[in-house]
């Protein structure tokens, strides 16, 4: 991956299921100049396309045209994203973690398999694996909790640069962003 590719990760007060319409309203009503780029400067990032991501959420395959910004000063890319987009997962935030919360309490996460029949026995291992390579101690170390969500999110994208459950080191910086 290039190192020019960094995200942006969006927390709103909405709390709907992921889709192209929610998406694009959260991001119409953002002005690009309130961005600002992982470089530190504001108001330098204008619209450099976008590419197509799939999204597995309540036993649909939802495909989000995800936005991209490019900063006119270092010339760094950032893909636009909501919260509840685990970069490079097809699986949402909330069952991710909700699957985590049920195994760590001894309960079984078939109410998450039920509610999103398309994560299977793969993707449950995957998510497992994932966070004991990379989560479990980093959680740990931090004191940060499954129980909210929002927060955990918040303080993984602080702390670590990463979405929570995101692997791979792309750099990822939050924007809150209320309507």
Same mark, same amino acid.
Not at 34 to 48: E, F
Not at 70 to 80: D, E, I, R, S, Y
Not at 100 to 106: E, F, M, T, W, Y
Not at 132 to 157: D, F, I, N, P
């Given at each position: 991956?290039?190192?020019?590719?960094?995200?942006?990760?969006? /927390? %709103? &007060?909405?709390? /709907?299921?992921?889709?192209? /319409?929610?998406?694009?309203?959260?991001? @119409?009503?953002?002005? =690009?100049?309130?961005?600002?780029?992982?470089?530190?400067?504001?108001?330098? *990032?204008?619209?450099?396309?976008?590419?197509?991501?799939?999204?597995?959420?309540?036993?649909?395959?939802?495909?989000? /045209?995800?936005?991209?910004?490019?900063?006119?000063?270092?010339?760094? %890319?950032?893909?636009?994203?909501?919260? &509840?987009?685990?970069?490079?997962?097809?699986?949402?935030? $909330?069952?991710?973690?909700?699957?985590?919360?049920?195994? =760590?309490?001894?309960?079984?996460?078939?109410?998450? *398999?039920?509610?999103?029949?398309?994560?299977?026995?793969?993707?449950?291992?995957?998510?497992?694996?994932?966070?004991? $390579?990379?989560?479990?101690?980093?959680?740990?170390?931090?004191? *940060? @909790?499954?129980? @909210?969500?929002?927060? *955990?999110?918040?303080?993984?994208?602080?702390?670590?640069?990463?979405?929570?459950?995101?692997? $791979?080191? %792309?750099?990822?910086?939050?924007?809150?962003?209320?309507?």
């Amino acid at each position: 991956h290039c190192d020019n590719n960094h995200m942006i990760t969006i /927390k %709103t &007060d909405i709390c /709907k299921p992921l889709s192209q /319409k929610l998406y694009n309203e959260i991001i @119409s009503s953002i002005q =690009l100049h309130q961005l600002k780029c992982s470089c530190g400067h504001s108001g330098c *990032l204008i619209g450099h396309g976008s590419y197509r991501r799939t999204i597995k959420q309540f036993g649909e395959k939802i495909i989000l /045209k995800i936005y991209r910004v490019k900063c006119n000063v270092c010339g760094k %890319t950032h893909a636009l994203m909501l919260l &509840d987009i685990v970069p490079y997962s097809q699986i949402p935030l $909330r069952d991710q973690a909700d699957i985590l919360a049920n195994v =760590l309490s001894g309960k079984s996460p078939v109410d998450v *398999l039920n509610r999103n029949p398309l994560v299977d026995e793969n993707n449950l291992r995957h998510i497992l694996r994932n966070f004991r $390579r990379h989560w479990k101690e980093r959680l740990l170390s931090e004191r *940060l @909790s499954l129980a @909210s969500l929002g927060m *955990l999110a918040g303080k993984c994208l602080a702390i670590y640069k990463r979405q929570f459950m995101q692997i $791979r080191k %792309t750099a990822n910086i939050l924007f809150f962003f209320f309507f």
